[in-house]
């Protein structure tokens, strides 16, 4: 029996760190982050007939304007995310209905492109009985062109650092870009792990968000920043695959905090503070000294805090007028069928 409707159901994720944004090794990016448990992307997707006049001006009338001889329907966000999962939707056969029921905030430093995409495009290619898998998709949506935590984030949840792309004239890439601007395949994936479950990472957003970083403002930074001096590169390696792999193949918090400390004081990730607002910096400063350790999301304006202890997780919410706690996701997208 042919299946008619699928769910998806994603985590959001944490990126820590960019390694390599200098090149002269012969490869860049190379990256470490975790999947959590929430906030999540939660879409539906099902299989339509072709609609008469009727049908598809009340289709107009609950979401954007329909394009002549589009027959797919998106309802539940906004018109930037209509177009980017219709530009998904483009790559099946078949007309889809997409109701995107829960969203993870955009351009905060989440990773709510990567995950709202892959949920579209799996639950596209489990209603047409393909066999592409999640790597295979997000070359097709033309996601982890940059880093690959976001992927593997979809498909297995947990801890995990990646290896970057081959550098220069032929490679993966040719020139320092952002995930949205680059089209290299997702990187492969060096370490990965689930985390303790008493681990937990305190989240603060700010109540405006005037330091969002994405598109061209992101890309124009990769261009004008890179390359990096090779020095804080070689810091930032030692720290993610060397000191930061160790603290969680021996569960050791107090390691891994200083870990993420560390990290914003070297590399890219220095260059991503720049970026940030003064309430921004403060957040960070106090989660620092109450936490096992501290960071930046990708470019934020995200920031977080991490500690093994609940008490001081509720704390911290307490502290935080936009602030929610998480565990590591372990199992990756959840995906229903039928």
Request: charged share 30%; proline share 4%; aromatic share 8%.
């Amino acid at each position: 029996m042919s299946i008619k409707r699928v769910s998806v159901k994603t985590p959001s994720r944490l990126h820590f760190a960019l390694v390599d944004l200098n090149g002269e090794s012969g490869r860049v990016d190379g990256g470490a982050g975790v999947a959590l448990e929430k906030p999540n992307a939660k879409i539906t997707l099902e299989k339509i007939e072709a609609r008469g006049e009727k049908q598809a001006n009340e289709q107009t009338t609950r979401t954007s304007k329909k394009q002549a001889g589009n027959e797919n329907e998106v309802i539940g966000t906004n018109e930037q995310r209509r177009k980017q999962i219709e530009h998904v939707l483009n790559f099946f056969n078949g007309n889809f209905r997409v109701e995107v029921e829960e969203e993870i905030p955009s351009h905060v430093g989440l990773g709510s492109t990567t995950q709202l995409l892959l949920a579209v495009a799996k639950a596209c290619e489990e209603l047409n009985g393909g066999k592409k898998s999640i790597r295979e998709l997000a070359c097709l949506v033309g996601r982890g062109g940059t880093s690959g935590v976001g992927v593997k984030a979809f498909e297995s949840g947990g801890f995990i650092v990646d290896a970057g792309h081959s550098f220069g004239k032929g490679n993966e890439k040719e020139a320092f870009l952002p995930s949205s601007a680059a089209s290299a395949p997702p990187p492969e994936i060096v370490f990965h792990s689930q985390l303790p479950k008493e681990w937990l990472f305190a989240c603060v957003l700010p109540g405006k968000r005037e330091t969002m970083i994405y598109g061209e403002k992101e890309k124009n930074i990769f261009q004008e920043k890179c390359p990096i001096p090779k020095s804080e590169v070689e810091k930032t390696k030692k720290i993610v695959y060397e000191e930061l792999i160790e603290s969680v193949r021996e569960k050791d918090a107090v390691s891994f905090g200083e870990c993420l400390n560390a990290l914003q004081e070297s590399g890219f990730k220095k260059i991503e503070w720049e970026y940030q607002s003064k309430e921004m910096q403060e957040a960070f400063e106090l989660l620092k000294r109450k936490c096992l350790g501290a960071g930046l999301s990708s470019f934020g304006p995200l920031v977080f805090g991490f500690t093994d202890k609940n008490k001081i997780a509720r704390k911290i919410k307490e502290e935080f007028e936009n602030c929610f706690i998480a565990k590591a996701s372990g199992n990756g997208a959840e995906i229903k069928v039928g």
